[in-house]
């Protein structure tokens, strides 16, 4: 076993803390969510040693594609219960989401995002839930330029999606 691969244990062993032990902690309320607590998620995914070096992703803005509305009071609520205030801004595609009753799909992204990366800003990209809706929005996303990253957690099958949509997300 050379020296780099005892560097990299040393580093796994530290990521190993408790999954609760640092980084943004739910409340009371939330504490019982188990492995669905963000603290817990960045725990298996090895965020906490970015979290022990102090980086919660100040300065990063991170996209975000919605095809649904949320509620703003529950991001708030969300962020409340963890002690963080994530910059979340709305960017409207095509006439955006609509309005209604919030999506649990689109609250989730947005909260998983502020949980794990509590000091980023978040910028949410609305559209209709439409294939052109989706273009519109990595075109708009490409344009701008701002973002590194774009996440997108909805999803078809390629059954479901016309060869044009598909050439058009190339």
């Given at each position: 076993?050379?020296?780099?691969?005892?560097?990299?244990?040393?580093?796994?062993?530290?990521?190993?803390?408790?999954?609760?032990?640092?980084?943004?902690?739910?409340?009371?309320?939330?504490?019982?969510?188990?492995?669905?607590?963000?603290?817990?998620?960045?725990?298996?995914?090895?965020?906490?040693?970015?979290?022990?070096?102090?980086?919660?992703?100040?300065?990063?803005?991170?996209?975000?594609?919605?095809?649904a509305?949320?509620?703003?009071?529950?991001?708030?609520?969300?962020?409340?219960?963890?002690?963080?205030?994530?910059?979340?801004n709305?960017?409207?595609?095509d006439?955006?989401?609509?309005?209604?009753?919030?999506?649990?799909?689109?609250?989730?992204?947005?909260?998983?995002?502020?949980?794990?990366?509590?000091?980023?800003?978040?910028?949410?990209?609305?559209?209709?839930?439409?294939?052109?809706?989706g273009?519109?929005?990595?075109?708009?996303?490409?344009?701008?330029?701002?973002?590194?990253?774009?996440?997108?957690?909805?999803?078809?099958?390629?059954?479901?999606?016309?060869?044009?949509?598909?050439?058009?997300?190339?």
């Amino acid at each position: 076993v050379g020296p780099a691969n005892a560097a990299v244990r040393s580093i796994a062993a530290t990521t190993r803390v408790a999954p609760d032990a640092i980084g943004p902690q739910p409340c009371t309320k939330a504490s019982n969510a188990g492995p669905n607590a963000a603290n817990v998620f960045a725990g298996y995914y090895g965020m906490n040693l970015l979290y022990q070096m102090d980086d919660l992703g100040q300065g990063q803005k991170i996209g975000v594609v919605e095809f649904a509305p949320n509620l703003t009071k529950d991001i708030t609520a969300y962020e409340a219960c963890y002690g963080i205030k994530t910059k979340v801004n709305y960017l409207t595609v095509d006439g955006g989401a609509g309005t209604g009753p919030d999506s649990i799909e689109a609250v989730l992204d947005i909260e998983t995002i502020a949980g794990l990366s509590p000091d980023s800003t978040i910028d949410v990209y609305q559209s209709p839930g439409t294939q052109t809706g989706g273009i519109d929005i990595f075109q708009k996303f490409t344009t701008r330029d701002v973002e590194k990253t774009l996440s997108m957690s909805w999803g078809s099958s390629e059954v479901n999606t016309s060869l044009a949509a598909m050439n058009g997300y190339e």
